[in-house]
């Protein structure tokens, strides 16, 4: 048995420290954990800076940088469901909408298929990251003798001077491409399909770092308009 919250159609696993629907999972870290369970705790509620970053920071002095940037990743996460929202109420802070939301005991019997098909995505993201990694290394390694290292099933195209890597064959969605075209970043991208979802890796060239995201076909348009 483990404590859960419901939110509407998103079901807040606070043992697995995730979000999923029916559909879709997500994992949020330990921050992210707490900051939710203060929305949910105050639903279709605002609540104030402050309040939140002594609920998702305990004793623990954060910047509202830091509190911007983390409810950016949890409005992420929740993109994955049709209902709920995380609004920002100019001046004030922040407030959870959703129409229904509580507490409830869970039993450990969920769909297997979720599961592994949730399995097989993080697979496929890892394994991607782990290519754009040693596409990166290789490349440092071998620059004095102009050689650079890449995946056999992968390739490189242009996009409005943006480096993307992704699978040989793959056809990106238009809205990938357009997300990629008008980004000023100096990044560089990688795109993967698999079971439905995609895995885009996102390696920031200035800062030396780099963000993945996992997201459901069906919620790209969500999911780019967070990006964007």
């Known amino acids: 048995m483990s404590k859960q919250y419901t939110c509407d159609d998103l079901v807040f696993d606070i043992e697995k420290m995730s979000v999923r629907t029916d ?22 509620q605002v609540l104030d800076k402050e309040t939140l970053k002594q609920a998702g920071w305990p004793d623990t002095i954060v910047t509202d940088s830091s509190l911007q940037k983390s409810v950016q990743k949890l409005r992420l996460a929740i993109a994955i469901s049709d209902c709920v929202e995380l609004r920002t109420i100019a001046g004030v802070g922040y407030m959870l909408y959703c129409s229904c939301a509580g507490a409830n005991e869970s039993t450990s019997t969920r769909c297997a298929f979720n599961s592994l ?17 040693s596409f990166f290394n290789f490349s440092r390694v071998t620059n004095t003798h102009l050689v650079s290292y890449r995946h056999d099933g ?11 890597l992704k699978p040989k064959g793959m056809v990106l ?8 075209e008008h980004s000023k970043c100096d990044c560089f991208y990688s795109v993967a399909q698999t079971e439905g ?4 890796s996102v390696y920031d060239n200035v800062h030396r770092r ?13 999911v780019i308009k967070e990006l964007g």
């Open 23 to 44: 559909r879709l999972e997500r994992s949020l870290n330990y921050n992210e954990c707490l900051l939710f369970k203060a929305f949910l705790d105050n639903a279709s």
């Open 154 to 164: 992968y390739e490189i195209m242009e996009l409005n001077h943006h480096r993307v």
């Open 173 to 180: 969605p238009l809205k990938i491409e357009s997300l990629i």
């Open 210 to 222: 780099s963000e993945n995201y996992l997201f459901e076909v069906e919620t790209l348009p969500k």
């Open 117 to 133: 098909t949730l399995a097989k995505a993080l697979l496929a993201s890892v394994s991607l990251v782990l290519i754009v990694l």
């Open 197 to 200: 979802l995609y895995t885009l």
